[in-house]
């Protein structure tokens, strides 16, 4: 299940860095998800369609391939910016909860600097995640106090990398 508005967020933001094809913009997004989704042509042509009946991008003449590419138009970047606003401006709170594919959160960051924070990402969702498993099956509180005391000294180090970018 997608959130609403993130096929259209993310398309917006891919065609920010460059002009793409429907096709290109799918595996764009299919690579930061990790391959965890790639959104359908049945959702993409659509939402293209809107987005340029929106006057939010315009279509480029086809190349000698033949392939659509679509460019974001100055409206379609101030509603990208709008966007990114109300993201930005959303209760701490709503903050915390991320994107149900945690490649994305890195969307902005072009996807060929970020494969192994990705790969890093995915690897610690997943043992996460079993751990959750193996908790239920055979319950141990060690364990889990292992696990919290470990997640709690990953989230400092994390602050402080954060902290040190903030300057």
Not at 12 to 24: D, V
Not at 146 to 165: P, S, Y
Request: aromatic share 8%; glycine share 6%.
């Amino acid at each position: 299940m997608v959130p609403k508005g993130f096929i259209r967020f993310h398309v917006l933001e891919a065609l920010s860095q460059k002009p793409m094809s429907g096709s290109e913009i799918m595996n764009e997004i299919s690579n930061r998800t990790d391959g965890c989704w790639k959104p359908s042509p049945g959702s993409i042509y659509p939402l293209l369609a809107w987005l340029q009946d929106n006057g939010y991008v315009e279509e480029l003449p086809s190349d000698q391939s033949g392939l659509k590419r679509y460019k974001v138009t100055e409206s379609g970047k101030a509603f990208l910016n709008e966007q990114r606003k109300m993201r930005a401006s959303s209760t701490e709170e709503a903050k915390l909860f991320p994107p149900p594919f945690m490649g994305a959160l890195w969307f902005r960051i072009p996807s060929h600097k970020t494969v192994k924070l990705r790969r890093s990402m995915r690897k610690l969702m997943v043992a996460f995640f079993r751990l959750g498993n193996e908790l239920e099956e055979t319950f141990s509180q060690e364990a889990m106090s292992d696990a919290q005391r470990l997640l709690d000294e990953t989230a400092e180090k994390l602050n402080e990398i954060g902290a040190k970018l903030r300057g």
